[in-house]
């Protein structure tokens, strides 16, 4: 090889390792640029798209691949905090939710009072009430950036989550958010004993009112096996909710 | 018109009027039960011996439907039931459970005005501090035949952040001949607050001719699974009717008018009812709830024994068991009638405890309810197994159980068991 040769391939190599480690450098500063409280309060914006809306949730649970049980769901939300779900089907018609911070009544229409109830009692299926209510994962956990991983080929920030309070839905999530998009793309929920207790893929997320927003996830029990819950949200729309509707004694106004 | 062909005609006009819902954005709710019951009576029993002195059914069906309608905020309920046993003629009733108009003053206020149904307290089975709503069974603490009728009533309710107060004037007023004639009147004044993961409500209540009752509410959630709660209510005397037997050292005789009095009226002792409870769920979706009751103006172990043996005495006589003059023998089964008032769906005795365990899964979901007078220690026992066949069709299999010794408030009702099999539409 010739002396010219081997100055322009040494050139090239040098070239190379520059580019890449100015790269390696970039990202370096991306990551450091970017804390984990950050990429997941931006995750968060997939998830809800105005500070007060509504969205038609559908939660379908299947059981070995069956299809088990079907519910419909008008989920109303203000601010970070507050949440109202009616509930739609036939059955439970007039039955309403409400969750504000971590704090949850849950208003039946024979009873004919809202009554108090832990993170743990579910709407349906193997969704907790928090799956439905809370959707600002930003508001309830801390994040930390713990690596940086592939989930089928598309890069991910993985975070650790932990939660900020006693009553946040889960006590623990490990957490991955798309590099590029920073939408959520799977999470894997501990319970405060420790328990694997879910996990969630992110499956599919649409344009609606000029944002990209989650269309559909899929939940997966991890103490019962062979249980999964899909929900299905759509009818996504800007709304401006009064601040009594949110009040624990205006539910039986609702009705 | 007979009372049949117009329920037909109602059956006939609810599908119209469902369309109608649809088209004009009418929110509706339909349902419709159909619950048989069988039971196996105690007919060794002082109360019914050989169900002779209240005869109960051993068989009977109950269909009932239930219509909410609400249009801007005028909402109404509406009830037709039909029941059928083997003791009594077929019964079909129509009801306006509720019909009231709800008026949203600003953002702060709203105005209720009409007949409706309010329930106050977060009691599962008791409600103390319940002073407005209408009388229900603990057995049956989500009223699933839909019987629970509305009270007239005005209501105020103001909000502010996670606070609220609601002042309510309620008057069982009745329209009779055209005439629209004032009933007994009520007053009450609810402030509530939620500060700290506490909801705490302050109650005020006072019944017209009665005394000032307070009382106050709570709950609160402790972590993932476990949620608290209690209620109090208190007043200086008690209005509440005793037979006048308890406070008598005869049981061997017979009144002769009607035996009811408030005993207690115008003491000055604290007279007082509590709850207290809590439920727990577990991780795998069981739910569990327990509840403790004491109510003041019910029985003690020794009125209420003393009440046995006057019952008893009556029974006898009425069994030929002791000997009475003829013309003692009719007054005696007035007696004996007029001595079943005093038992009381809500409780009859002081201390209850009621255990509630729920769990659902896939279609199914199981329920087991248990009720222990825990001054005698007699039950019931109500396990119900429900299936949803579809999102509008549901089916149950209800059984309850009383068990107990013979003197005991629940060994000594009229029915040892019984079963409900019933069928439910919704749409």
């Known amino acids: 090889m010739k002396t010219w040769s081997r100055v322009i391939i040494a050139g090239i190599a040098m070239a190379a390792a520059l580019t890449s480690s100015s790269a390696q450098s970039a990202d370096d500063a991306n990551r450091s640029k970017l804390t984990g409280d950050e990429i997941l309060q931006t995750s968060d914006l997939s998830r809800n798209g105005w500070n007060s809306y509504s969205v038609l949730t559908t939660i379908i649970n299947y059981e070995d691949g069956e299809l088990k049980e079907k519910g419909s769901f008008d989920v109303s939300i203000k601010g970070m905090n507050k949440t109202l779900v009616k509930f739609m089907n036939a059955d439970v018609k007039g039955q309403y939710l409400l969750m504000v911070d971590d704090d949850m009544w849950i208003y039946m229409p024979n009873t ?9 009692q579910r709407l349906m299926g193997d969704a907790s009430n928090g799956d439905v209510a809370r959707t600002r994962y930003a508001e309830d956990y801390s994040a930390k950036l713990m690596r940086e991983e592939s989930v089928n080929g598309v890069p991910c920030y993985v975070l650790d989550l932990d939660a900020k309070r006693d009553g946040a839905t889960y006590k623990r999530i490990e957490y991955w958010v798309e590099k590029e998009t920073k939408r959520p793309k799977k999470a894997e929920m501990y319970l405060a004993s420790g328990k694997h207790y879910k996990s969630i893929t992110f499956d599919h997320y649409e344009e609606t009112g000029g944002r990209v927003l989650l269309t559909q996830m899929t939940i997966t029990d991890r103490l019962r096996e062979g ?29 | ?20 819902a649809d088209a004009q954005d009418v929110d509706y709710r339909f349902s419709v039960v159909d619950e048989g019951t069988l039971s196996k009576l105690d007919l060794t029993t002082p109360l019914n011996f050989h169900n002779q002195t209240l005869p109960q059914p051993t068989s009977a069906n109950n269909a009932v439907s239930n219509l909410f309608l609400e249009y801007g905020g005028l909402s109404t309920s509406l009830n037709l039931s039909a029941f059928a046993n083997n003791v009594e003629a077929p019964d079909y009733a129509f009801a306006i459970r509720e019909l009231a108009y709800d008026l949203s003053l600003s953002d702060n206020f709203d105005l209720t005005v009409g007949r409706k149904i309010l329930k106050w307290g977060p009691g599962y089975a008791f409600n103390p501090t319940g002073v407005v709503e209408p009388q229900r069974t603990p057995s049956d603490p989500s009223d699933r035949l839909g019987q629970n009728d509305g009270r007239t009533l005005v209501s105020l309710n103001g909000f502010v952040g996670k606070s609220s107060l609601t002042l309510v004037y309620l008057n069982d007023a009745k329209i009779s001949a055209g005439k629209l004639h004032g009933g007994e009147q009520d007053g009450a004044l609810r402030v509530y607050t939620f500060l700290n993961g506490l909801d705490l409500s302050g109650i005020l209540h006072y019944r017209e001719g009665d005394r000032l009752e307070v009382g106050t509410n709570w709950s609160y959630v402790i972590g993932q699974n476990l949620e608290l709660h209690g209620e109090f209510l208190a007043k200086r005397g008690s209005s509440f009717l005793y037979h006048q037997i308890i406070a008598s050292d005869n049981p061997e005789q017979i009144f002769a008018s009607y035996p009811y009095v408030a005993l207690y009226d115008h003491s000055n002792d604290i007279f007082y009812k509590l709850l207290v409870g809590g439920q727990y769920t577990f991780d795998n979706g069981l739910n569990v709830t327990i509840e403790y009751y004491r109510n003041l103006d019910g029985l003690t172990r020794g009125e209420w024994n003393q009440w046995m043996k006057f019952v008893k005495f009556q029974n006898g006589i009425q069994q030929g068991a002791i000997a009475a003059a003829p013309e003692l023998i009719q007054p005696s089964r007035y007696n004996l009638l007029w001595a079943l008032q005093t038992l009381s769906p809500r409780g009859t005795m002081r201390d209850y405890l009621f255990g509630r365990e ?70």
């Open chain 1, 112 to 120: 004919r009072k809202p009554i108090r109830i832990t993170p743990l």
């Open chain 1, 227 to 255: 249980r999964t819950t899909v929900m299905k949200y759509a009818s996504y729309a800007e709304k401006e909710l009064p601040e009594k509707y949110f009040n624990k004694d205006y539910l039986e106004k609702l009705r």
């Open chain 2, 1 to 20: 018109m007979t009372t049949r062909a117009k329920i037909f005609m109602i059956i006939i006009a609810l599908p119209f009027m469902m369309a109608y």
């Open chain 2, 358 to 427: 729920y769990y659902s899964v896939n279609a199914w979901s199981f329920e087991f309810i248990q009720l222990l007078n825990a001054d005698d220690g007699s039950c019931v026992i109500i396990p119900t197994v429900s299936y949803r066949i579809s999102e509008n069709f549901f089916t149950y299999t209800r059984g309850t159980l009383f068990a107990g010794s013979a003197n005991s408030e629940y060994g000594a009702l009229f029915t040892t068991y019984s079963m409900n099999i019933g069928v439910e539409f919704h749409l």
